[in-house]
């Protein structure tokens, strides 16, 4: 098959990015991971000094400005703003901070929308992950996922995530942080987080990694 492209949406901690590296390697697809390129725009406006709550001019500016661009032969591939390699800042706290202001810009959305759909010409063998990848990006996708977990499951993972890279966490903190995003994320006007209708919902609340996994590989054989 020259195309396949396999959207995966849902809420922060849900196990999409897990989910989707590692489906994708199962089925030697390549892998998108769409909120690193939110990240990446918050992670430039912050360096520049700009207040990504009060001041979406400069932030939409610089998204137009500054093309985002993945280097595809590492793995997982690394995000780049101009020249400059961004990837190690993207899960900084004053980034996770400031993303979802900066996602729920219209005029941020709208360049990066564009760039996601020319990667999807370039690399039509894809698994991508976000929160609008089935309901807007690739409205035309050959297979739709939208993961769900409960706000404490999605929690600890998060937690354990931030344990593995060495910070201190704390969960209950956490567990707020994610109510909030779920928040801001569902209720902004421009592409909201939803459930594709013709997205297979999946909970993964009760479930391994492995067992989402081989749920995940089965349906895609299964339907192409
Ligand atoms: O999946 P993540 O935590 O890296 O996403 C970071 C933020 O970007 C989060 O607030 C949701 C937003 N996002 C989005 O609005 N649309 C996407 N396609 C991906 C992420």
Not at 37 to 65: C, S
Not at 87 to 115: C, I, K, N, Q, W
């Amino acid at each position: 098959m020259d195309r396949l492209i396999v959207t995966l949406d849902g809420p922060a901690g849900s196990g999409k990015s897990s989910v989707a590296r590692r489906l994708a390697q199962r089925l030697g697809l390549e892998f998108l991971d769409t909120g690193a390129m939110y990240r990446g725009v918050t992670a430039m406006a912050l360096q520049r000094g700009i207040d990504v709550a009060h001041e979406p001019f400069y932030v939409v500016e610089l998204a137009r400005n500054c093309p985002l661009r993945f280097d595809w032969e590492a793995d997982p591939p690394r995000l780049y703003v101009r020249d400059q390699d961004v990837t190690d800042r993207l899960r900084d706290p004053d980034v996770t901070g400031g993303v979802s202001d900066v996602a729920a810009l219209p005029g941020v959305r709208d360049v990066l929308v564009r760039e996601q759909q020319q990667i999807g010409r370039d690399h039509p063998r894809l698994v991508t992950e976000g929160r609008d990848q089935g309901s807007v990006v690739f409205p035309d996708a050959d297979v739709k996922f939208y993961l769900d977990a409960n706000a404490t499951v999605r929690a600890q993972r998060r937690a354990a995530q931030l344990r593995e890279a060495g910070r201190s966490v704390d969960v209950a903190q956490i567990r707020k942080q994610i109510l909030q995003r779920d928040q801001k994320d569902s209720s902004r006007a421009t592409a909201p987080l939803i459930c594709p209708e013709d997205a297979q919902r999946i909970d993964t609340s009760d479930m391994t990694l492995d067992a989402v996994l081989d749920e995940l590989e089965r349906r895609v054989r299964e339907a192409v």
